[in-house]
């Protein structure tokens, strides 16, 4: 994902894996290629995951420039689509 790096969007994973270990979390998110801001919440019933209504592991929200959710749950694929789709809304055309 560095063709998106500094444009004008969030990615937002929120994550309760290992009770909030960050060095296992940071681990794991290497391991699996994940570059995005995480929330740790450390459990499936935190702060987060209450305040937000969180229902699902992992949940990754992509926030627009102003900071309003505009996709949740989008993975794979199918999160680049939203994210190329976001920055066309903005008249940022995609690169490659």
Do not use: C, H
């Not at 060095?23 to 459990?43: F, S, V, Y």
């Not at 929200?61 to 749950?73: A, C, P, Q, S, T």
């Not at 976001?86 to 940022?92: K, Q, S, V, Y």
Request: no cysteine; charged share 30%.
């Amino acid at each position: 994902m560095d063709r998106l790096k500094n444009k004008p969007f969030a990615i937002i994973g929120v994550n309760s894996d290992f009770q909030g270990d960050l060095e296992k979390i940071n681990a794991m998110l290497k391991e699996q290629g994940i570059t995005w801001r995480q929330a740790i919440d450390g459990t499936t019933s935190g702060p987060i995951a209450s305040r937000w209504n969180v229902q699902g592991w992992p949940t990754i929200y992509v926030l627009d420039e102003k900071g309003v959710i505009r996709f949740k749950n989008a993975r794979g694929e199918r999160l680049g689509q939203v994210v190329d789709e976001l920055l066309a809304e903005m008249g940022i055309k995609k690169e490659f």
